[in-house]
């Protein structure tokens, strides 16, 4: 640990999830955790994002914070300098996952549509209003294609599943456990169901992050809202959870703090730079 202009630190990083964590339903960054991260970067530590989104969706963020450390993206399927572009870390769904699925894509409910991520781009076959609103709120740009087979099968970073309705969920994720053996499956939002590679997770890109970086997981703290922050929060040293997150994140959380549009982040910040 070291000391800083602003206080002493009593961990050296802060990972922090973005929707629902550090971003508010507004989509901007709660203005008072955005004053806090600054401030624990005043003091000589380090911030991460890790999310679900991808590159074009967390640039901005990134960008806004004045961040040059690798992003955490995918929910772990990929560590990325965002201001250059170079993947330090990737995973893909492995080819006989992607065969199933594609299948399994034809038996789902109408009121479901797939988003699949390649090359850093997000791809769909049909924009379903679901799909165009998930887009939309992560600022992102469809590339519609005409079939699944135009992706190359040993490039495929994940596959969301935007459900219409969150009663969709449990059934979605039935069928896919079912379909589709050698991936991990997480819930990032109420409506949205992720198909990683096997053994991603935010929890696993830390690790590997940290230990690239010679930074112990006890001198990091870790704080999201939703169960794909289950296992980040579980492997940081300090692992915090929003007031107003999921239940099981509250559960499992060393600390819970205030709701997100309250500076969820900021209270977090407080605790580790006095």
Aim: net charge negative.
């Amino acid at each position: 640990m070291s000391a800083g202009a602003t206080g002493v630190r009593t961990v050296d990083w802060i990972v922090t999830d973005l929707d629902g964590t550090l971003v508010g339903r507004d989509l901007e960054i709660v203005q008072s955790s955005g004053t806090a991260l600054r401030r624990f970067i005043a003091a000589g530590g380090t911030v991460v994002i890790a999310t679900g989104r991808g590159e074009e969706a967390a640039l901005p963020y990134y960008r806004a914070l004045g961040l040059t450390t690798p992003a955490i993206l995918y929910n772990g399927a990929r560590i990325v300098d965002l201001g250059t572009g170079a993947v330090l870390h990737r995973r893909c769904l492995s080819v006989a996952a992607w065969a199933r699925l594609t299948m399994l894509f034809d038996e789902l409910p109408d009121e479901v549509g797939p988003v699949v991520f390649s090359h850093g781009r997000a791809h769909a076959v049909t924009a379903s209003r679901p799909v165009q609103e998930y887009a939309r709120r992560d600022g992102i740009v469809l590339t519609e294609i005409a079939a699944w087979g135009e992706l190359p099968f040993d490039d495929i970073v994940k596959a969301m599943l935007i459900c219409g309705r969150p009663e969709l969920m449990d059934p979605v994720e039935e069928m896919v456990s079912a379909g589709v053996g050698g991936v991990t499956l997480v819930r990032s939002e109420s409506t949205y169901l992720e198909v990683l590679p096997e053994g991603t997770g935010k929890g696993a890109a830390l690790r590997e992050l940290a230990a690239a970086r010679g930074v112990s997981l006890s001198d990091v703290a870790a704080i999201g809202d939703n169960p794909n922050d289950l296992d980040m929060i579980r492997v940081a040293g300090l692992g915090a959870a929003v007031g107003d997150g999921a239940d099981a994140v509250r559960a499992a959380a060393d600390v819970v703090v205030g709701p997100c549009a309250d500076g969820a982040v900021a209270d977090l910040v407080a605790r580790v730079l006095p």
